[in-house]
């Protein structure tokens, strides 16, 4: 292999090829870049130029054609490719035969001791640390704990199956606490936007208060699916384990890892509780929303569903609106400033019509007296 390699070597950089390999006339191979820098240094960047052969001296005559109309040398290409083949191929024996090696005495490791469960060779046995410890051939240690593990892994399977409901389950909670996360931030920004600048910050405050609330609930249910998504993980590791391992060696030490998986997961026979429901509550983010301001003409949803667009919010407020009546969307706009700045009548108050005819109409308009407009004065102070 180190004969072919140098025969496979190119004479300026003294690595391998790489293609395209050049043949000059003289017989010599060089890789493309390598002969592009020797045309360089020769100050031959002509096509009709002409150069020295860096082995032989030989003068190489370009004739009009340039580098790239030098002839490839296609069958050392494809015995360079074999030959990258043939040593990866020595490189992956040479780890495995390094796997069964041990590490502190360089013996092959050809014992198995039963009570570190850790494959171990003679010297590691007759001096080492496993001295007093009962060992097994690593031939026999294999044969039994393969099958074992073969039976482990359905034991394993049985557990993933009896929780794929379950995280099922928590999966479509975590979809339903996105959505519900979704449609309070559509409210909270509807609603927001027909007050005036005041709530604004209170506005900021509940987003980031949704947030925190969302990461926390999202965080509890992620813990709960990756709880239930553990034996299905665990079955993966061990199947592939038992497929595709190297060899014995190799085997046997990640065996002992996924063995004290398996029990520390079978010891856990009951699976993590799923909560039915872990939404966010709408009503109680539009309750803090409007907290302090007096808004009593606006009526709260009976079920956490959001208005699909602006008409859905003027049908719930004319819903809740102390006299019934046809309102415009001025009116609506009117009565939302009124509202912020708290001189919306309650509900069991008279309303009087406006005695100026050109004052629009509004139901909301009336007459106050100081005591009410101290009373209203107070609750503005409050928001």
Request: hydrophobic share 35%; proline share 4%.
């Amino acid at each position: 292999m180190e004969a072919l390699s140098a025969v496979l070597s190119c004479p300026v950089c003294m690595e391998l090829f790489t293609p395209p390999v050049l043949l000059l006339s003289c017989s010599h191979n060089f890789c493309k870049q390598c002969l592009e820098l020797v045309l360089v240094n020769q100050n031959c960047t002509h096509v009709n130029g002409q150069f020295c052969c860096p082995v032989c001296r030989k003068v190489i005559y370009l004739r009009g054609r340039g580098i790239d109309k030098l002839q490839r040398n296609i069958l050392a290409e494809n015995i360079l490719e074999k030959f990258k083949e043939e040593l990866e191929t020595l490189r992956t024996k040479e780890q495995n035969q390094l796997a069964q090696t041990c590490e502190k005495h360089g013996e092959t490791v050809n014992l198995m001791c039963l009570s570190d469960e850790e494959p171990i060779c003679g010297i590691c046995k007759l001096f080492g640390d496993h001295k007093s410890h009962p060992v097994a051939k690593i031939s026999d240690a294999y044969a039994e704990r393969k099958v074992n593990f073969a039976m482990d892994i359905q034991l394993v399977l049985k557990k993933s199956e009896s929780t794929a409901q379950a995280v099922q389950d928590v999966k479509k909670l975590i979809r339903d606490l996105s959505t519900s996360t979704a449609d309070t931030l559509a409210m909270i920004d509807a609603i927001g936007d027909s007050l005036l600048s005041r709530i604004k910050r209170r506005i900021a405050t509940l987003k980031k208060q949704l947030e925190s609330e969302q990461c926390s609930k999202l965080e509890k249910l992620q813990l709960v699916a990756r709880e239930l998504e553990a034996p299905l993980k665990l079955y993966q590791q061990m199947k592939m384990l038992l497929q595709h391992h190297a060899n014995a060696v190799q085997f046997l030490r990640e065996y002992k890892r996924l063995k004290g998986e398996m029990e520390r997961l079978l010891e856990g026979t009951l699976s993590p509780p799923v909560p039915t429901k872990d939404t966010i509550s709408i009503r109680r983010y539009f309750q803090e929303l409007i907290r302090g301001i007096d808004i009593t003409a606006f009526t709260l949803p009976e079920t956490d569903q959001v208005p699909a667009s602006m008409a859905g919010l003027q049908e719930a407020w004319q819903a809740g609106c102390a006299i019934q009546g046809g309102l415009s969307q001025q009116v609506l706009e009117d009565t939302s400033c009124k509202a912020v700045s708290g001189s919306v009548p309650k509900p069991n108050q008279e309303a009087e019509l406006p005695r100026n005819p050109s004052h629009a109409y509004s139901p909301f308009s009336t007459s106050m007296s100081s005591v009410q407009g101290s009373e209203i004065g107070s609750r503005e102070s409050t928001v």
